[in-house]
Structure formats: C-alpha cells, structure tokens
C-alpha cells in the first residue's frame, strides 16, 4: 500500500489494551486512565480479522502495544493468531518488561520474533520514580527469560528527559559493549502529561552523541538512526520526532485499543473498523492509509 504521499504503509502498529501497571510520569497521570469497558475493546477474534485484512492490504509487520500488551487477558491467543496469518513476516511486541519473567518463552512459543524493552534508567530508586510503581529488578529477571527464550537481539527504548535520564547516557551505551542489543534513544515529545513541562526536559538526540562521541555511523533501520560504539557486540539508534523529522519515512498505520485507525499517532483522524468485514474492512484500511497525514505539527503546536 502507498500513501498519498508515496510511502509504502507496511507496519501496523496494534494497541492491544489502553491499560498499563505502571504511571509513568511523562506518559500517564497518577491515577491511570479512565477504563474502557470490557465491550469496548477489540475481542481476541477482532483483532485477529483486523490484522488478517491488514496483511492482505499489504501490510508485512505487526507490532503488538498497549498500555502495556502483557496485562491484556488473552495475549497469547492474540499472538498465536497474528504469527499465523500467511504473508506476515514480523510480529513484534513492545513492553515494560515487568511480566516478562512469566511470559517471554510463551510468547516465543506464541510466534512473537522480537521484543523492544521500554527503560528509562538504569538506577532502582529512579526507576521507581519514573513509573510509580515499578521495580527495575522485575525488568532485569524478564531481560533474562527472554534471551533464554531465545529472544536474543533485544532492543531498549530510552525517552530522553533532561535532569533525569541524561547523566546515564553513557552507561546505557555501555550495555552494548558486550550485548548484542540496541539501546535506543527517543526524545522526549510534548503530549499529554509531559506537554507543559520544562523547556529542558526536551533534549534533542545530540546529548546523546556529545555524551558518547566514539559513535560511529552504521546506516538507518526504519526511523532510527543507528551508531556503534568501537568493537561493540551491539548498536545505538537515535529516534528524533522532534530534532529530525523522519515523518518522510515513516511506513506505520495505529490501530487503537478500541479498534480505530489511525494514520499517525499524533493525528485526530481515525477510521472505525469495529463491525466491518471483508472487502468493507480492506476499504477503510486502504482509506485510513490514503489519509495517513504529510508529517506530524507537534513542533508546530506542542500537541
């Protein structure tokens, strides 16, 4: 599929579930969000028929979100559903890592091929913090079950915010030295509960290659830009959707808990897919993909 801008749409990205076990402070308020009722989120076999049109529209990579995928009841159903779809090359899962100790080998066993790993400090206390509630010991025991699950080129995302996280750049790199993983570095965008924060908690990519200027190039995979330290088993990639605008090579589509379609995560526009079927479904993913937007404004408006 192509867009009206001529990139190729190949990834779905599928919120499973809008609920977390975890505040984080820059992405959810305190209390959490107001809870969908059970009818209203996509069931196991709607989410199956959506991704199965998905793929058939030309879509080849599924990556599984929430919130946080592995609270959802019924996950390994869903991933057991999605890895069997003919013609889907990839299904990937993002997660906090906190259940991971439980569920990494049966999602492997489910047909999940890759994880990202969402962490944002390497300190407990701060760790603690961040999320509210979490225990960066929980993370560490899932890292584990994954890489002898099999899951053995792990990716970390790391959202940059100035005064927290940016005095640990360094030692985030580091891991790559003897892993082969890549550690990812996102900045910090200004939405939702982080939306009026200070100015400096926004750093631009660059802390990252002034904190480590021993990285060297290796080439872009997707909208990251990659970098390996000298010798390293692993990499480093640069996500910047503030810095450096990568909305010309974006090729993904959301899919929301609740079953709409988005052409950007940052857009007001969504298509219902809940209750279509067939060739009425394949249209108005085709349709959502025909208005997927030219590129974000989130530097234009800050929201």
Same mark, same amino acid.
């Given at each position: 599929?192509?867009?009206? +801008?001529?990139?190729?749409?190949?990834?779905?990205?599928?919120?499973?579930?809008?609920?977390?076990?975890?505040?984080?402070?820059?992405?959810?308020?305190?209390?959490?969000?107001?809870?969908?009722?059970?009818?209203?989120?996509?069931?196991?076999?709607?989410?199956?028929?959506? =991704?199965?049109?998905?793929?058939?529209?030309?879509?080849?990579?599924?990556?599984?979100?929430?919130?946080?995928?592995?609270?959802?009841?019924?996950?390994?159903?869903?991933?057991? $559903?999605?890895?069997?779809?003919?013609?889907?090359?990839?299904?990937?899962?993002?997660?906090?890592?906190?259940?991971?100790?439980? +569920?990494?080998?049966? %999602?492997?066993?489910?047909?999940?091929?890759?994880?990202?790993?969402?962490?944002?400090?390497?300190?407990?206390?701060?760790?603690?913090?961040?999320?509210?509630?979490?225990?960066?010991?929980?993370?560490?025991? =899932?890292?584990?079950?994954?890489?002898?699950?099999?899951?053995?080129?792990?990716?970390?995302?790391?959202?940059?915010?100035? /005064?927290?996280?940016?005095?640990?750049?360094?030692?985030?790199?580091?891991?790559?030295?003897?892993?082969?993983?890549?550690?990812?570095?996102?900045?910090?965008?200004?939405?939702?509960?982080?939306?009026?924060?200070?100015?400096?908690?926004?750093?631009?990519?660059?802390?990252?290659?002034?904190?480590?200027?021993? %990285?060297?190039?290796? =080439?872009?995979?997707?909208?990251?830009?990659? +970098?390996?330290?000298?010798?390293?088993?692993?990499?480093?990639? $640069?996500?910047?959707?503030?810095?450096?605008?990568?909305?010309?090579?974006?090729?993904?589509?959301? %899919?929301?808990?609740?079953?709409?379609?988005? /052409?950007?995560?940052?857009?007001?526009?969504?298509?219902? %897919?809940?209750?279509?079927?067939?060739?009425?479904?394949?249209?108005?993913?085709?349709?959502?993909?025909?208005?997927?937007?030219?590129?974000?404004?989130?530097?234009?408006?800050?929201?």
């Amino acid at each position: 599929m192509r867009d009206g +801008y001529g990139r190729e749409i190949d990834y779905l990205r599928l919120s499973v579930t809008d609920l977390c076990n975890y505040r984080c402070r820059y992405c959810m308020p305190e209390a959490g969000v107001v809870k969908l009722s059970h009818g209203d989120i996509l069931s196991v076999e709607e989410i199956g028929e959506i =991704g199965a049109a998905a793929v058939d529209c030309g879509i080849r990579k599924i990556r599984l979100t929430g919130g946080e995928p592995l609270v959802r009841r019924g996950i390994l159903d869903i991933c057991r $559903l999605l890895a069997a779809i003919p013609g889907l090359s990839e299904l990937c899962m993002t997660t906090n890592g906190s259940l991971l100790a439980q +569920y990494a080998g049966p %999602l492997r066993e489910a047909g999940v091929d890759r994880l990202n790993i969402s962490l944002d400090t390497l300190a407990p206390e701060k760790f603690a913090s961040i999320t509210r509630r979490g225990r960066l010991s929980d993370v560490w025991a =899932g890292v584990d079950a994954a890489e002898r699950a099999g899951f053995s080129r792990l990716k970390f995302d790391v959202v940059l915010i100035g /005064g927290f996280n940016d005095g640990e750049i360094a030692d985030f790199a580091d891991l790559t030295r003897t892993h082969p993983w890549e550690v990812r570095f996102i900045e910090l965008m200004p939405m939702g509960e982080c939306a009026g924060w200070d100015p400096a908690c926004f750093l631009s990519d660059e802390a990252v290659l002034r904190a480590c200027p021993e %990285l060297l190039p290796i =080439g872009a995979e997707g909208v990251a830009r990659r +970098y390996r330290l000298p010798g390293a088993a692993g990499s480093v990639g $640069l996500i910047s959707p503030m810095s450096c605008d990568f909305c010309g090579e974006c090729r993904r589509i959301r %899919l929301t808990a609740d079953g709409k379609l988005k /052409g950007c995560l940052h857009s007001r526009e969504e298509i219902p %897919l809940r209750g279509l079927h067939g060739d009425a479904l394949r249209s108005a993913i085709r349709r959502a993909v025909a208005s997927k937007p030219e590129r974000h404004r989130l530097t234009e408006t800050g929201s």
